[in-house]
C-alpha cells in the first residue's frame, strides 16, 4: 500500500486507566446477628500496550492523534460484586518502530515482529474492598465490630494509572537498500523489480520518501527492498534533502549502489560514487561499511560502455551493468542480491539498540564486491 504522506517521527502521551473504588458494605447475619463484610473490590485500570502491525508503513496517524487513554476500572459494589476491569488500549505502530521514553530520552522498546506488543502504561490497582479483608483472616478469629475499625479507608480508592510521554521513530524494516544520487535510477530499479510505482522523472529529488517493495529473487525467496531519496553533495550539512531518511537503510542487510553510468548532465560516475559513500560515512561509519552491490545503471545509452570502462580502472570491486529502464541485466542483479543475501542474513535487531547511531564498524563487511 502506498501512503501519500510518509512520517516516521511522532510525540505521543499515554495514559493508563484508574483503578476502580472498592466497596465497604456489611450484612447482617439472619441468625448471629454479626454485621459481615460484603463489599467487593474495585477493577484494575486499563493498560496501554503498544503493538507492532504489519499493515501499516508510517507513522502519519500519529499527527492526527496523539493523547491515547485507557478506560478507567469500574467501581465495585456490595454482595462481592467486583468492578469491571478498564478497557486496555492499543496502539497499532509499523514494524521496526522504536519506543522512547520522552521524559528519560532512554529506549524502551523496538517493535520488530508482528503481533509484538509491548505494556508501556500500567492501569492502576483497584480498591480493595472490605470482603477481601474477611478473607484474609481466620474465620474462627473474626470480630466484625474490629473489621470495621481496622479497615483502612484509603485502600478502598483504586490507584491511580500510569501516564507516559513517548517519542516514536521508524526505521523501516527492509533487507536491500538502493541508494544513489539523484536521478541515478533508484524509483526506476525497484519499479522494475516489485509492485511498487514510485513517480519517475527526469528531475532529481522526485522521490521524496522511502518506498518498499518486495522483491521475488530467482531462488524464489522474497525480500524487501527499500528506494531512499537520492543524497546529493553536502547532505550530511543538510543539502537536499538531507540524511533525514538513511535511519531507513540502517536496518539492511545489503546495499545497492546505483550509478548513473550515462553521466547524464555532464556528470562524472566515479565523482558519483564517491560522494555517495562519503555521505553514507558522514551519517554514520557503520552503515558506509554495509556491504554494498554496485550496479553499473543506464548501459542502454550510447555514453554509458565508455565511462562504465573509465570507471572500472578507477574502482576496484565488481560492477554489474544493467539498465533498469529495459530491465537488461536485472536478474544478474537478483541472483547477486539472492547470493549476498543468503550468506549475511541475520535477525535484523540493532546489536546495541540503545546507541543505533554509535555503531563502530559492521564485521559483515567484506571488499569482494564493492570498492571502498
Ligand atoms: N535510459 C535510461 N534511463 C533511465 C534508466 N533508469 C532510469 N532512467 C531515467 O532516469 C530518470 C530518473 O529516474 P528515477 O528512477 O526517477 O531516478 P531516482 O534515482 O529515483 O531519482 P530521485 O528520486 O530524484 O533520487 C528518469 O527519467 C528515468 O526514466 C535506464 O536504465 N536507462
Ligand atoms: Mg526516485
Not at 517519542?167 to 511498487?196: C, F, M, W
Not at 561499511?289 to 550510447?302: G, T
Request: net charge positive.
Amino acid at each position: 500500500m502506498r501512503t501519500t504522506r510518509f512520517v516516521d517521527q511522532a510525540s505521543i502521551l499515554a495514559e493508563a486507566g484508574r483503578g476502580g473504588k472498592g466497596c465497604r458494605s456489611f450484612y447482617q447475619d439472619r441468625w448471629t446477628r454479626h454485621a459481615i463484610p460484603d463489599g467487593g473490590d474495585g477493577g484494575r485500570g486499563g493498560h496501554v500496550l503498544v503493538r507492532a502491525n504489519p499493515q501499516l508503513t508510517t507513522l502519519l496517524d500519529f499527527q492526527a492523534k496523539r493523547h491515547f487513554r485507557a478506560g478507567h476500572g469500574g467501581n465495585a459494589s456490595s454482595k462481592k460484586q467486583h468492578g469491571a476491569q478498564g478497557t486496555d488500549c492499543r496502539i497499532n505502530v509499523p514494524l521496526g518502530t522504536l519506543l522512547w521514553d520522552a521524559d528519560t530520552g532512554e529506549l524502551i522498546q523496538e517493535l520488530l515482529k508482528p503481533g509484538d506488543e509491548m505494556l508501556i502504561a500500567r492501569g492502576g490497582a483497584g480498591g480493595v474492598g472490605n470482603a477481601s479483608k474477611e478473607r484474609s483472616r481466620s474465620t474462627s478469629s473474626w470480630a466484625p465490630s474490629r473489621d470495621i475499625r481496622l479497615l483502612e479507608p484509603g485502600k478502598l480508592d483504586g490507584a491511580a494509572g500510569e501516564r507516559r510521554r513517548l517519542r516514536l521513530e521508524l526505521k523501516l524494516l527492509a533487507d536491500v537498500g538502493i541508494v544513489g544520487l539523484p536521478n541515478a535510477g533508484k524509483s526506476t530499479l525497484i519499479a522494475q523489480i516489485s509492485q511498487a510505482r514510485p513517480k519517475i522523472a527526469p528531475f532529481p529529488f522526485t522521490t521524496i520518501h522511502p518506498v518498499l517493495g518486495a522483491v521475488t529473487l530467482p531462488s524464489k525467496n522474497s525480500v524487501v527492498a527499500v528506494d531512499v531519496p537520492g543524497l546529493i553533495e553536502g547532505a550530511h550539512r543538510g543539502k537536499g534533502l538531507g540524511l533525514e531518511f538513511l535511519r531507513h537503510i540502517e536496518r539492511t542487510t545489503l546495499l545497492v549502489h546505483l550509478i548513473d553510468m550515462a553521466g547524464a548532465d555532464g556528470r562524472d560516475p566515479v565523482e558519483d560514487y564517491e560522494t555517495l559513500n562519503r555521505e553514507l560515512k558522514l551519517y554514520d561509519p557503520a552503515v558506509a561499511a554495509k556491504r554494498q552491490i554496485l550496479a553499473a545503471n543506464k548501459m542502454d545509452e550510447p555514453a554509458a560502455a565508455k565511462n562504465l570502462a573509465r570507471f572500472k580502472k578507477k574502482i576496484k570491486g565488481t560492477v554489474l551493468p544493467i539498465s533498469a529502464k529495459t530491465g537488461e541485466g536485472v536478474p544478474k542483479l537478483l541472483k547477486k542480491i539472492g547470493e549476498v543475501i543468503a550468506r549475511l542474513e541475520e535477525p535484523k535487531q540493532s546489536r546495541d539498540p540503545s546507541f543505533p547511531r554509535k555503531r563502530e564498524s559492521d564485521p559483515r563487511f567484506s571488499e569482494d564486491d564493492i570498492g571502498i
